[in-house]
């Protein structure tokens, strides 16, 4: 019975350390949403749309408020602005109902990692829900209803802030909810509320040295308050901003629009490594961009055993463009940079790190724990070599999961910037954008006569396609057809294409009939098709995978078989190799193995202990039930029936020999078992994997006269380790 227990230990011991393993796959969200953002940044958002959908990563519970905040904002790229305000609105109703995790789930979060929890959202990202909802509301018509959204922005700021008693976030005041509250209010003839704003707006700025959250002063501020002060008659006020602002110029502007810009894609996280500093009592990371450091404390009194943690941070946000200008009456007006999300950020993330100094450091003091706690149960039931083996499980599987929450909103933009122009007095005016970077791009933008205040809302994720209202694009039009420089790309859609071409050259092109993808040289009024590729090929649903793996654990050979291990089980191996066909789509994999197995026998049951060794062949079978976008992985259960001969000769001056006879018998036995495969590198399919495995010889192994009446069979229990290359 004893030993029976002792299997039992080790098997539930397994089963945990195989458990939180698994949670070592929760990598960078970046890494697991690449299908989705390789759409966006070529900008095929209903695409980018539909592969955010059939992710199962997104509809997980844990991941429901990132599913929100994305799909909303894609819905905004895609003009649905209603949809999008949709997601957004469950966004804010998931967060102002509170998100809250489980018992367990909190138990698991500190085992493994805090991307097993639910994400609960950066407090930036909770106040940009409303800035989008904004300019949903104002796009569908519903400006008050849009002035309101705007105002929640510092509201939700202040809400946050409160319910932190230290370490309250710098980030406290949003300047351009200020501004865009402003221009909401003039949008509806409420001159004096937008002087209000446009003067909190300053304030902000104003108390910080003139530089807040990475951000200047805006000169279109400035204009702004001087324009709306001397409309309203406000002398005093308007002769301290003359006296503060000398050189800014007085707009006459009658009816105006305002131009916002998105430009690029905003921070992503990543995972840095805080080193504990014992004699100071501190951690001490450097971020990777720009080289600064983060000190955190550790707690007082709290000992976590260990030298490193890891904690996220924010990579730098990658513009479209370093800059962009309008053509206005024969000059260059320059939009300015409002938001800078990246700053803003880093800030939010560094004020979060005090406040979650102490949940750090208590996640790995768990993990600490619990190693010590397995392997002291492990050296009670196994004695001292269990208490090594479990340790050393323990412990690579706390390294393995130590990761950072690398969740976040990442359709965001990198900067927002914005701009004032005047309307046209009558029809409509077409104005040119041109956008500075690795290469320039002129856009236009329609400008249309009206007696009030327009918001025209522009983005660019990269450098080949604009998306917003009142385009014209020099550089993209409808469909997937985009112009970069002088050449023309189009998917499967040839009408597209030649609409593209004739929008950026104004002339026909001459196009071939079929699908494909066209390639078009444009050099001055000439277009040319210069190439034409074939239609391309349905991506692969299968693969091809081969590997080892390593199997040990204990076997027996006797009459009960698999009914024996636990009492005169002996320690031994099984060394394979396997080839499989991965199908993706059904999550499956089969093919053929070759094994070495040795089994040893215990001379509780003989005399004399023997060995036998195997080699099998069989065909195996694995059903995932997750899959990765290139890859299976994640758990699976598996079988592989084998037939196997020994080739190991029982030594004949043993003296159970003569009732033993196991040369040139043939076996057929069955392995199954529980594994997790965890996906290894980008370029390459790899994996390596750790199962529980069972296996079961059915047929009697004794060949000789007394078979039976001494019926050997086989069996084994332990736990498998393999390395699979993909190709």
């Known amino acids: ?12 011991a397994g089963i945990l350390v195989l458990y939180l393993g698994s949670c070592a796959t929760a990598g960078r969200y970046q890494d697991k949403n690449q299908e989705v953002f390789a759409q966006m940044e070529f900008s095929n958002f209903q695409a980018a749309s539909l592969s955010l959908d059939a992710m199962s990563f997104f509809q997980k519970d844990r991941n429901k408020l990132l599913y929100f905040m994305e799909k909303g904002k894609l819905e905004h790229m895609l003009g649905n602005f209603a949809r999008s305000n949709s997601f957004f609105e469950q ?65 939700k700021l202040n809400e946050l802030n409160d319910k932190y008693p230290d370490n309250k976030n710098k980030y406290q005041y949003d300047a351009f909810a200020q501004i865009l509250q402003g221009v909401i209010y003039e949008s509806l003839s409420q001159t004096n509320d937008a002087f209000i704003a446009y003067r909190n707006a300053e304030k902000i700025y104003d108390d910080n040295g003139g530089i807040y959250m990475g951000v200047a002063t805006p000169l279109q501020l400035k204009k702004d308050l001087l324009r709306t002060s001397k409309v309203l008659g406000f002398t005093q006020e308007h002769k301290d901003y003359l ?58 009194g709290l000992n976590i055993g260990i030298n490193v943690v890891a904690f996220p941070e924010y990579i730098k946000g990658t513009p479209a463009f370093q800059k962009a200008s309008l053509q206005i009456d024969g000059r260059e007006q320059y939009l300015e940079v409002s938001q800078d999300l990246t700053a803003i950020a880093k800030q939010c993330l560094k004020d979060r790190a005090f406040r979650d100094a102490l ?19 492990a050296g009670h039931f196994g004695g001292a070599l269990a208490e090594d083996l479990v340790g050393l499980g323990a412990d690579a599987v706390g390294a393995a999961t130590e990761k950072a929450d690398t969740r976040n909103w990442q359709s965001l933009p990198a900067t927002i910037s914005y701009t004032r122009v005047a309307l046209p007095e009558k029809g409509e005016k077409k104005i040119p954008m041109t956008k500075y970077g690795s290469q320039t791009v002129v856009d236009t933008i329609v400008l249309k006569a009206s007696d009030r205040m327009q918001i025209i809302s522009l983005f660019d994720i990269n450098n080949s396609a604009m998306g917003g209202s009142n385009i014209v694009q020099g550089n993209a039009v409808a469909g997937t057809a985009t112009i970069s420089g002088n050449t023309i790309t189009a998917g499967n859609n040839t009408a597209a294409l030649v609409e593209a071409a004739q929008a950026a050259q104004k002339q026909p092109l001459p196009s071939n009939a079929g699908k494909g993808s066209l ?144 040369k040139n018998s043939f076996d057929v036995s069955l392995k199954t078992g529980l594994g997790y495969d965890f996906a290894v590198g980008n370029a390459k399919k790899d994996r390596i994997g750790i199962a529980v495995m069972f296996g079961i010889g059915f047929l009697n192994r004794n060949m000789s006269e007394f078979k039976e009446d ?15 290359f993909g190709n």
């Not at 300019?135 to 929640?152: C, H, P, S, V, W």
């Not at 502007?253 to 504990?276: C, D, H, R, Y």
């Not at 100071?280 to 720009?290: A, K, R, W």
């Open 1 to 12: 019975m004893k030993t029976i227990k002792n299997m039992t230990f080790l098997f539930v």
């Open 91 to 155: 966004a804010y109703i998931l967060l102002d109902d509170g998100i809250k995790n489980s018992v367990g789930t909190s138990i698991v979060s500190n085992l493994s990692n805090p991307m097993m929890e639910k994400y609960k959202g950066e407090d930036f990202e909770k106040v940009l829900i409303h800035y989008y909802k904004a300019l949903n509301f104002y796009q569908l018509g519903k400006a008050d209803t849009a002035l309101i959204e705007a105002k929640r922005i510092n509201i």
């Open 243 to 300: 006296k503060k602002y000398p050189n800014t110029p007085v707009e006459t502007i009658k009816n105006s629009a305002i131009v916002f810009w998105e430009n690029g894609l905003g921070p992503k996280k990543s995972q840095m490594t805080l080193s504990a500093n014992g004699a100071l009592g501190t951690f001490v990371g450097t971020y990777s961009d720009d080289n600064t450091q983060i000190i955190l404390p550790i707690p007082a």
């Open 359 to 377: 949940k750090t450091a208590a996640r790995f003091a768990s993990k600490k724990a619990a190693s010590f706690g397995l392997k002291k149960l």
């Open 519 to 662: 390639l078009v040289q444009l050099s001055g009024d000439n277009a040319q098709i210069v190439e034409q590729e074939a239609k391309q090929e349905a991506p692969s649903t299968t693969y091809g995978t081969g590997g080892i793996g390593l199997s040990f654990g204990l076997g027996v050979l006797e009459e009960d078989g698999i009914g024996s291990v636990g009492d005169y089980g002996m320690p031994t191996f099984q060394l394979d190799y396997t080839g499989l066909k991965n199908h993706l789509n059904g999550k499956f994999a089969h093919g053929p193995s070759i094994s070495l197995d040795y089994y040893y026998s215990s001379d509780d049951l003989f005399e004399d202990s023997f060995a036998v060794l195997d080699f099998t062949v069989g065909y195996g079978i694995r059903k995932y039930f997750s899959s990765k976008q290139d890859r299976l992985s994640g758990f699976y259960l598996t079988a592989i029936p084998t037939i196997g001969i020994n080739f190991l000769e029982v030594d004949e001056s043993s003296a159970t020999y003569e009732f033993l006879k196991l």
């Open 710 to 724: 001494m019926p050997i069979k086989s069996a084994f229990m332990g736990t498998r380790l393999t390395y699979e």
